[in-house]
């Protein structure tokens, strides 16, 4: 199956979630628009590609260039101006190819990709299923339902939710409740952060059954 990995806001663990989603289906990995490069130390510069290569000890073949990979740790319409380039949709075309493909996109659904075109439009023009990620503890209702709400007036399929951090006693089940979409899984922080924790939780949650596999 192919989806998106989208999150109610940024640094909701995404990345995390991705991996973990790849690493279940034997998927392959897309991130169209990567902004934020970050020195790796020996002169180069990381991204959440190069995050998940790492974490999965993926082969190259199962990571897909980014479309757009930009430097500042801002928004993607802004970073790409500093870098004097403009994002457009045409670019962003779904790759073809075989097998599952997990697409990860940049920060939350209303992040602009360029002036006039957001990324929740790039996500009506995919017409993939959205998984969302959002924060376990406090702000993750309004965040969430929020996100939920602009899916649902696009007409976005929505698999459910995944919540990240921390286990909370109440805010799955509003969120079920009010979203009304199913929490496929609350993942805690995991330490250390491996392939083999991943895995653990894909099975814990039953995720290939939950997911329609």
Avoid: F
Avoid at 106 to 120: E, F, K, N, S, T
């Amino acid at each position: 199956m192919n989806l998106v990995i989208c999150g109610t806001d940024t640094d909701v663990g995404k990345t995390v979630v991705s991996a973990l989603v790849v690493q279940g289906l034997g998927a392959r990995y897309w991130k169209p628009v990567q902004s934020g490069l970050e020195g790796d130390g020996t002169g180069g510069a990381a991204g959440d590609s190069d995050r998940v290569r790492a974490l999965l000890q993926l082969p190259a073949e199962r990571i897909l260039p980014e479309a757009y990979r930009l430097n500042a740790p801002v928004s993607p319409h802004w970073a790409a101006e500093r870098d004097g380039v403009t994002i457009e949709p045409a670019r962003l075309s779904l790759p073809e190819v075989s097998g599952p493909l997990v697409v990860e996109t940049a920060g939350g659904l209303l992040v602009p990709l360029r002036r006039d075109w957001l990324q929740i439009d790039q996500l009506e023009r995919w017409r993939l299923p959205v998984l969302l990620v959002a924060r376990s503890g406090l702000g993750t209702l309004n965040h969430t339902l929020l996100s939920l709400e602009a899916l649902r007036q696009r007409r976005i399929p929505v698999l459910g939710l995944v919540l990240n951090g921390p286990p909370h006693p109440d805010n799955p089940r509003t969120l079920a409740a009010l979203g009304g979409v199913p929490v496929l899984a609350e993942l805690p922080p995991l330490n250390p952060l491996d392939a083999a924790a991943l895995e653990r939780q894909w099975r814990r949650h039953d995720l290939a059954h939950r997911l329609g596999i």
